[in-house]
C-alpha cells in the first residue's frame, strides 16, 4: 500500500550517496529482498534511573534498574551502546558515577560496586553498612566517595590506588537523604533530604555545620530535595519535589533565589562547567534552561533567568547530564534524549532507542525462526507467512506467531546461540550454561530435552552453534564443543583469545561468528581487537589477529563467497577482512545514522547493514565496500534486530510512540 501511494505521488526511491570512495559507484540494485516490518514481537527495555558523562565528554555511562550497565560512545548524535556489564540483578541501582577512568554504581540493597570497563566485570564492592544507598559524589580531588545511606548517615570511602574502603561515618541525622555535593576545596559535603532540608558538614569532623529549611507548600507538603549541584562560591543549587530550583548561600545559609521552572517534582539538575548556565528536568518531561545575568553597578549582583524550554516524549525524565555541545537527558521510557545545547528546542532534539547488543537476538534462516531474550526466558517466534501477490499487494496468510517460550532455569541470561534450523539454542550467563534441543517438526506439538553441556563456562557472552560446533567465550578464553551428537557432547579444546594482543590491554571477549562450513571463527573483544581461527583438519589454531579497530566493532560477519569477515563500526564504516591475503581491506563510511548491526544472506555476497530506520545492501567491489542502495525503510518504528530469511527481510521494531503496541501485525513490504 505504502508503495501504491508512493508512486501516485511520484515519489522516487531513495539512494543512498554517502561515500568515502571516488571509484565506488551507488546505484539501485535491479533485484532487492522485500522488507517486512513486524512491531508484534515484544522488546521491552528496563527504565534508565542514572546516566553520566565521562570527562571526554563523549563517552555516557547508563544504569537501568535491573542494575544492566551499557557504555554509549559515538560521535555527536550518532551515539550506540558499545559494551554492556550484566549487574548484579538482585541489587537494584539508584546511581552510576565516572570518577576519572572507574565507574561506579549505588544500589538500594546497600552496596556500592566498581565496574571494570575492560572485563565488564566487577572489581570492588562494599556494602551491607546502613541500608539503601540513596545518592553518591565523588570529591573533586577523585580520592574520596560520598554515600548517602537509608539510616540518614553520609559515610566516606577512600578510593586511592584503585581500592574502595570504608573510611568514617557522619553523624546520623532523622530523614533519608537523596542528594549530596562537595564544595570546591573538599571540605565539606552538602546535602539534600527528604525532610526538606539542605545541610552542611564538616568532612573533617563529621558534625553538621548548618542547616538551610525549605519552605513548606501552601497545604503544608514538605519538598523533597532530589538534586544539588554546588557551585565554587559555595552556592547550591536544588531541585524540589514542589517544581522549583532554588539557590541558597552555602556559607551564611540563606536563600538567594527562588525559580519555578516545572509544574512537577525537579528530579535532576546539572551545571554547565563554567557555571553560567543551569539545566532542570523532571516528572513532566520538560528539560528547562537557566542563565546566570550578571547585574552591574557599585556592587555586582547576580540572578538566574529561565531563557529556554523543551519537552520531548511522555514519559518523566529521571536523570540529567550536560556536556559542552549537548544536553542529554534519560528516565523511564528507556530512551536516551539529546538535544544541542545552543539551541535548546525540540526541533534540534534526537531521541535515540536502546539497541539489543549482541546475543539478545538471533535467526534461524532455514525454518524462517526469530529468537530473542525477555528476561529471563526465551522467545521462539514464527515470522509471518504470505500468499502471492494479488496485483501489487501481498495478503496475509498468518501473522507472526509465538510458538515457545523457554524457561532455562537461570536468574538472568547474557547471550543465546541457536542454530540453523532452530533444533538447538544455547543460553549462557554468569554461572550457568544450558543447552536445549528442540523438536519443532510439528508445531502443535513441540517438545524440549535439555542437553548437559560437559563443563563449566562462567561469564558467557557470546555463544554460536553450527552443524557440529558450539562455541562460546569465558572471560578471555574460547571453548569449542563437538555437538554432532547431542547424546555425547564433548569438550573440543579451549583457546586463549588474547595470546597475541599487546601486553596491557586487558579484554575480555564479547562476541563470536563462525563460517558455516567452520574452517574459520573469530572472536571480538571488549578492547575492539579481532582474533581469527582457523581449522587445520584436526583443531583450531591462531591464524590472525588484526589490528585494533579503533572506530568500535558493532557487528560482524562471514561472507563464505568471498572468504572475508564482514566487520560494521560506529561510525556506519563497512571494512571487509581478506582471509587469502590476511588484510584488512580499507573501510568505507556508509551509513549516516546510528549503526544497529548486519544481516547475511547464507552463502551469497549480499550484506545488509541496518540502522535505526533503514535497511542497506553491501557490495564488496574490489579493496572497498559498496552500499548499493537503501532497501527499505521502515516508518514510526525504529529497527531493533534483522534477520535475512529465505526471500526476505525481517525487520522488527519499536513504536516511536509510547503506547504498547498489542494490536494486529504492522506489516509493510516495499519492493
Known amino acids: 500500500k505504502e508503495e501504491k501511494m508512493g508512486q501516485k505521488r511520484g515519489r522516487k526511491e531513495e539512494v543512498s550517496s554517502e561515500s568515502s570512495s571516488k571509484d565506488t559507484e551507488v546505484h539501485a540494485v535491479p533485484q532487492r529482498l522485500d522488507v517486512q516490518t513486524s512491531k508484534v514481537i515484544p522488546w521491552e527495555t528496563e527504565p534508565i534511573v542514572s546516566i553520566c558523562l565521562h570527562s571526554d565528554q563523549v563517552t555516557l555511562a547508563v544504569v537501568r534498574t535491573n542494575h544492566a550497565i551499557e557504555i554509549w560512545e559515538g560521535p555527536g548524535t550518532r551515539l550506540s551502546p558499545s559494551k554492556k556489564i550484566f549487574g548484579n540483578i538482585s541489587a537494584l541501582a539508584r546511581s552510576i558515577l565516572w570518577v576519572g577512568d572507574r565507574l561506579f554504581t549505588a544500589c538500594l540493597d546497600g552496596s556500592i560496586f566498581e565496574w571494570s570497563i575492560k572485563t565488564l566485570w566487577m572489581k570492588n564492592k562494599s556494602g551491607g553498612l546502613g541500608g539503601a544507598v540513596w545518592a553518591i559524589s565523588a570529591a573533586h580531588h577523585q580520592n574520596t566517595l560520598a554515600a548517602s545511606f537509608e539510616d540518614g548517615t553520609i559515610r566516606l570511602f577512600n578510593i586511592e590506588g584503585g581500592g574502595l574502603e570504608y573510611q568514617k561515618s557522619f553523624r546520623p541525622q532523622t530523614g533519608r537523604i537523596v542528594s549530596l555535593g562537595w564544595s570546591a576545596n573538599d571540605l565539606d559535603v552538602f546535602s539534600g533530604g527528604d525532610d526538606g532540608t539542605i545541610k552542611r558538614w564538616d568532612v573533617k569532623t563529621g558534625s553538621n555545620v548548618s542547616i538551610m529549611k525549605l519552605e513548606p507548600a501552601d497545604n503544608g507538603d514538605i519538598p523533597i530535595v ?42 535532576a539538575i546539572a551545571m554547565s562547567d563554567d557555571e553560567t548556565t543551569l539545566f532542570a528536568t523532571g516528572v513532566d518531561n520538560k528539560i528547562v534552561q537557566l542563565n546566570k545575568i550578571d547585574k552591574m553597578g557599585p556592587i555586582t549582583t547576580s540572578s538566574w533567568v529561565q531563557v529556554k524550554q ?5 514519559r518523566d525524565y529521571r536523570c540529567l547530564t550536560v556536556s559542552p555541545k549537548y ?12 538535544v544541542s545545547r545552543p539551541n535548546l528546542n525540540f526541533s534540534e532534539g534526537v531521541v535515540i532507542d536502546p539497541f539489543p547488543l549482541a546475543g539478545e537476538f538471533i535467526s534461524a534462516p532455514e525454518v524462517e525462526m526469530v529468537a530473542m531474550v525477555s528476561e529471563n526466558v ?11 501477490s494479488v496485483g501489487d499487494e501481498k495478503l496475509m496468510a498468518r501473522p507472526e506467531k509465538k510458538l515457545l517460550q523457554i524457561n532455562p532455569n537461570m536468574e538472568t541470561i547474557w547471550s543465546i546461540g541457536m542454530n540453523a534450523d532452530a533444533s538447538l539454542i544455547a543460553c549462557g550467563n554468569e554461572d550457568t550454561m544450558r543447552l536445549i534441543h528442540i523438536d519443532h517438526s510439528d508445531v502443535k506439538s513441540i517438545t524440549l530435552s535439555k542437553c548437559q553441556v560437559p563443563w563449566e563456562v562462567p561469564r558467557s557472552r557470546s555463544i554460536v552453534i553450527n552443524k557440529s560446533h558450539l562455541i562460546t567465550c569465558s572471560d578471555n578464553s ?35 561468528q563462525i563460517a558455516n562450513d567452520g574452517e574459520f571463527f573469530a572472536s571480538l573483544d571488549s578492547g575492539n581487537y579481532i582474533c581469527i ?3 587445520d583438519g584436526e583443531k583450531y589454531e591462531h591464524y590472525d589477529l588484526l589490528p585494533k579497530i579503533e572506530q568500535g566493532v558493532v557487528s560482524m560477519m562471514f561472507s563464505e563467497k568471498f572468504q572475508t569477515l564482514v566487520i560494521l563500526t560506529r561510525d556506519g564504516g563497512i571494512t571487509f577482512y ?16 546510528p549503526v544497529v548491526g548486519l544481516a547475511m544472506v547464507p552463502h551469497e555476497d549480499d550484506v545488509y547493514a541496518y540502522g535505526t530506520s533503514r535497511v542497506f545492501q553491501v557490495k564488496r567491489t574490489g579493496e572497498r565496500s559498496n552500499p548499493r542502495c537503501k532497501i527499505g525503510e521502515v516508518r514510526q518504528s525504529r529497527i531493533v534486530f534483522a534477520g535475512v530469511m529465505p526471500n526476505y527481510i525481517f525487520v522488527i521494531g519499536r513504536s516511536n510512540a509510547d503506547e504498547t503496541v498489542d494490536a494486529l501485525p504492522d506489516v509493510a513490504y516495499r519492493k
Open 226 to 267: 532530589w538534586s544539588l549541584a554546588v557551585l565554587k562560591d559555595s552556592t547550591v543549587a536544588v531541585g524540589t519535589s514542589h517544581g522549583d530550583v532554588q539557590f541558597w548561600d552555602g556559607n551564611t545559609g540563606t536563600l538567594i533565589q527562588q525559580v519555578l521552572t516545572h509544574k512537577q517534582a525537579v528530579l
Open 310 to 314: 523543551c519537552r520531548f516524549g511522555q
Open 327 to 338: 544536553v542529554y537527558t534519560a528516565g523511564n521510557n528507556g530512551h536516551i534524549s539529546m
Open 378 to 388: 526465551v522467545q521462539l517466534w514464527k515470522t509471518a507467512e504470505y500468499l502471492d
Open 478 to 512: 574460547v571453548i569449542l564443543f563437538n555437538i554432532s551428537d547431542i547424546s555425547e557432547i564433548t569438550h573440543l579444546q579451549t583457546l586463549d583469545h588474547d595470546l597475541k594482543i599487546p601486553a596491557g590491554d586487558e579484554t575480555v571477549v564479547t562476541n563470536i
Open 533 to 535: 581461527f582457523k581449522f
Open 578 to 593: 581478506d582471509f587469502n591475503l590476511k588484510k584488512l581491506l580499507a573501510s568505507n563510511v556508509a551509513i549516516r545514522e
